[in-house]
């Protein structure tokens, strides 16, 4: 959560304002009023190429704060960065981290495969990333960006952080995640080939087919007091959840906190899994003595009683596709009418995107069809990424069927004009002071959110501040 700084505002608010902001933490917040209607969820939504030529990319992200720049993982061993510059997406051709020689990437799902930049990389310089190393096993190690250059890693600051032994090529995991605690998410497979043979996913005392959670703000890293399994024995003390398949990509919703796992299905199920923010963790996903909601193989370390496990929020079979590709639920503005929305797709339907909203009782599925540009064609929908601001987008890696052949994509989800009169700007329904530390921390930027800028006047300047704080004492 941003903290108000209060600094910008001196010569700038009333004496009044000046007071009532500074006792902003005993006001009551104010429930916000309806915002300006959204326009209707379209059935097309159009795409904007943002980075073209890139070798099998798997993952898009950003540090927080920085609203210039998105880093794509090739899965071939490298980092690469966008520049964003009024809205002119720009592909640096110098790698910001190059570890192809410590990559095996040989298998299909084996490679560099995900990154997560530390919550205070603006002041530590710290990322992490998840690879399978040449002996095919996972690989978190931690690097440093260089002192002098904030495109250029530096390739000697690698530290291991944790590996695991994979029996197989297949089904390693591979995203990695802060969670709004400031712990490291690590998801893992469950080791490979089909139908989980070594029974992993279910066995305490080993880490594939689980969710980790450890503390890596410095190594050898820590585990969470409050992680669920702590204590002698197993389960191990990094679990924070089991029974998982493959969770190739999860997220953290960025205003309540939920975690979204999408967990690939084994032959005939794919799953959507959802833990609320707050959750004490321990969650047994299921598999494999579960596929989704089906009974698969219910022996070896099942428990006697299924009911005990965790089913999904939504499931959906292979009928209706072949691999889910797990995405994050939209923020990036809360005057679109995607905003809140859950967002997923599928390995093999190309140029569809799928969305899941709740109805009050059931989180409900609707399908979108993607428009790229002419000529270009999102074939494999193989990740989601967010940039600092929000803003969701999609890669296409084509399956490595064409060397140098992948793709990322910005989802247009945006309005496509301004919207005046929303002064709810983090979407939480209400007015507070959350909303002023918002569009404050956009004044006189070039770079403002869109949203920040409630009288549409085409720049976030102290007349926007005014507004958003009288909705907020209103």
């Known amino acids: 959560m941003r903290k108000l700084r209060l600094s910008v505002f001196p010569s700038l608010l009333s004496a009044a304002l000046m007071a009532a902001l500074l006792l902003a933490s005993a006001a009551r917040p104010a429930l916000a009023s309806p915002p300006p209607q959204a326009d209707a969820p379209q059935d097309t939504i159009q795409l904007q190429l943002v980075a073209s030529g890139l070798a099998r990319p798997v993952d898009v992200t950003a540090p927080a704060g920085d609203r210039g720049r998105i880093f794509v993982v090739e899965k071939t061993g490298y980092l690469r960065i966008v520049t964003i510059v009024g809205g002119v997406y720009t592909l640096l051709a110098t790698p910001f981290l190059d570890i192809d020689a410590l990559v095996g990437s040989s298998g299909n799902e084996q490679g560099l495969l995900g990154l997560a930049f530390h919550p205070d990389y603006a002041s530590n310089g710290y990322f992490f990333v998840n690879y399978t190393n040449n002996a095919g096993d996972t690989v978190v190690a931690r690097y440093s960006v260089s002192a002098g250059n904030p495109n250029q890693a530096n390739p000697a600051s690698g530290q291991v952080v944790l590996s695991v032994v994979q029996p197989y090529s297949n089904h390693n995991g591979g995203q990695l995640q802060f969670g709004p605690d400031g712990y490291l998410y690590i998801g893992l497979g469950d080791g490979g080939s089909g139908g989980d043979p070594g029974d992993r996913s279910q066995n305490p005392g080993v880490m594939l087919g689980k969710m980790l959670r450890i503390d890596v703000d ?62 004490p963790g321990g969650r047994n996903w299921g598999w494999r003595c579960k596929e989704g909601t089906h009974v698969y193989n219910t022996s070896g370390n099942c428990p006697g009683d299924l009911s005990v496990l965790d089913d999904p929020v939504y499931e959906y079979s292979h009928s209706d596709g072949c691999s889910l590709t797990g995405g994050p639920i939209y923020r990036g503005s809360p005057n679109s009418s995607y905003f809140g929305r859950y967002l997923f797709a599928d390995y093999c339907y190309g140029n569809q995107l799928r969305m899941l909203s709740y109805n009050g009782s059931a989180w409900v599925r609707s399908n979108h069809t993607l428009a790229p540009p002419s000529g270009l064609n999102l074939s494999r929908p193989t990740s989601f990424g967010e940039d600092a601001i929000g803003n969701v987008y999609m890669v296409d890696d084509n399956n490595g069927s064409t060397p140098n052949s992948g793709e990322v994509y910005l989802l247009k989800l945006r309005p496509a004009t301004c919207v005046s009169g929303n002064y709810d700007l983090n979407g939480d329904g209400q007015h507070t002071v959350l909303d002023i530390q918002w569009v404050a921390d956009d004044w006189q930027r070039a770079d403002f959110m869109p949203d920040s800028d409630v009288n549409c006047s085409g720049a976030v300047d102290i007349i926007d501040v005014q507004k958003v704080a009288s909705a907020w004492q209103s």
């Open 218 to 279: 410095s190594l050898p890293y820590t585990i969470p007091a409050s992680n669920p399994f702590v204590g002698p024995g197993n389960p191990l003390d990094e679990i924070w959840a089991l029974g998982l398949r493959n969770p190739w990509r999860y997220s953290f919703d960025r205003l309540t906190g939920d975690l979204w796992i999408g967990d690939v299905g084994q032959g005939d199920w794919e799953e959507i899994n959802r833990e609320p923010a707050g959750d």
